[in-house]
């Protein structure tokens, strides 16, 4: 797979992730209890970071 295909799909995994929190920044309606899951369930805010920078 030719180097710009592989940067785009990591870019592209980055953004999606930047957009949502950037999205939820703006609505503490949905961001706190989002929040205090991601908390309590650390694995999955670890799997998306993971999966946003690889």
Known sequence: ???ERVFQ???RKYA????SLLL?????VLRRPLVRWL???PRVFEH????AIV
Not at 48 to 51: G, K, P, Q
């Open 39 to 41: 908390g309590s369930n």
């Open 16 to 19: 999606w992730l930047t957009r």
């Open 1 to 3: 797979m030719p180097y």
């Open 48 to 51: 998306l970071l993971a999966n």
């Open 24 to 28: 939820l920044a703006g609505r503490p």
């Open 9 to 11: 799909r990591a870019f």
